[in-house]
């Protein structure tokens, strides 16, 4: 069986939030050759002139983080931002530290309140997916993880498999478990234990300790519509872009098997 990703790559904005101005940074991604971001939580000041900055480097968002709490609390809010610039799949990609879940009740009611949201952006024509980190991989006294009960809402999946792996998960077979969710591939790669932590840990794709070639094919193969480039704390934002890219172009039109 093979699997290609027909969706542009993308780039997580988080990634380039330590270099301003945003102007400058969509002008390079578009000259790298992405064609695609994705926007974090603090991209949206200003909707419209960021709108007309992805128009003029011919760049689109089809998906985006929002912050859970603002989500859960202000949909409509979340939706006309989304309308704005075009983004179609709404990530829950943030959550402040105390508005975690403590236990398997809150999980589960947490699932309850994005299965209701899910259903509302589903009406108006979205989708709502869910961004996990390490948290969600952290086993509950019952054997099961917050991602089992989340996912168990009906949401769509964007998997980071660099924070499966920092949470001591098997990405591989975590993609696999959650597949029917799968849609969304966060690109990331973990240093290893020996190199020097300048970027807290994180590598670009290909000098890492991830097998990013595996974890592509077995997402492609599921039918995930998007990769999604991201490193938390590149100590240079334009060659961590450079090299993600150029790992994507390999893959583009690799024999997935």
Known sequence: MTGTIDHPFSFQLSSSRNFPPLETQLETLAKIGFTNVEPHCDSYAHPAQMRRL?????LSCASGHFNVATLLD???????????????????GDMLPQD?????????????????????L???GFRLAWHNHDVELAPL?????PLDILLESGVDWEADVGWIARAGGDPLATLQKHAPHLTLMHLK??????????????ADPGA??????????CAAQRGV???????NAPGDYVRFAQTAFAFMEARRDADLV
Do not use: Y
């Open 54 to 58: 992805l128009d003029r480097f011919g």
């Open 74 to 92: 202000r949909p409509l809010a979340c939706l006309r931002i989304a309308e704005t610039l075009g983004i179609k799949t709404l990530v829950a």
């Open 100 to 120: 975690r879940p403590l236990h398997e009740d809150d999980w589960r009611q947490l699932a309850d309140r994005l299965g209701a949201l899910n259903a509302l």
């Open 122 to 124: 589903a009406g108006k």
């Open 141 to 145: 006294p019952s054997g099961l993880t």
């Open 189 to 202: 790669d973990v240093a290893p234990a020996t190199a020097s932590l300048t970027e807290a840990g994180w």
């Open 208 to 217: 890492g300790v991830l097998d990013l070639v595996a974890l592509w094919a």
């Open 225 to 231: 519509t998007a990769m999604i480039a991201e490193h």
